[in-house]
């Protein structure tokens, strides 16, 4: 019942600082094991090599490694994200390109709407300015309506 009296708050903040260390730790041995991956400057005994010495002396090794090999690990990072979000640009362009549908899409679908009744001749009119004119707004999957006496 007295627990608070025999582990004091200095200890508390101590245990933080060591297990705060010991994740940091890993993170750290885990980011070094995926670019000695990663790398493409390496072969295949060179990777082998490097994560023998990482497994091996881990504290040793992921010092060295980083004395060695830090400042292109941060190169490589940067690259990865410039090419990750170069794809991702080119996947939106693409996307944006072919989601939205055409004037003669749009104009049929109008006609039909108007041969159901469900817009009146002025609101067909209206929206065929509209497409015709290149003027509405992207990806809209409607006709614009304007407010009629229905």
Do not use: C
């Not at 004091?8 to 245990?15: C, D, K, N, Y």
């Not at 060295?64 to 794809?87: F, P, S, T």
């Not at 390109?97 to 039909?112: G, K, Q, V, Y």
């Not at 509405?136 to 229905?150: E, G, K, Q």
């Amino acid at each position: 019942m007295f627990l608070a009296y025999d582990y004091p708050l200095l200890s508390a903040f101590w245990t933080m600082l060591w297990f705060f260390l010991w994740i940091m730790w890993f993170f750290l041995l885990f980011k070094i094991v995926f670019d000695i991956f990663r790398d493409d400057s390496l072969g295949g005994w060179g990777k082998t090599g490097w994560l023998v010495f990482v497994i091996v002396l881990p504290f040793l090794g992921v010092f060295v490694y980083l004395i060695a090999r830090g400042k292109d690990m941060g190169r490589r990072d940067i690259e990865q994200a410039q090419a990750q979000k170069q794809m991702f640009d080119s996947y939106v362009r693409e996307t944006a390109a072919t989601s939205r549908p055409s004037s003669t899409d749009e104009l049929a679908r109008l006609a039909e709407l108007r041969k159901r009744g469900d817009i009146t001749q002025e609101e067909f009119q209206r929206a065929k300015a509209l497409i015709l004119s290149d003027a509405r707004p992207a990806n809209s999957d409607t006709p614009v309506r304007t407010p009629s006496s229905h």
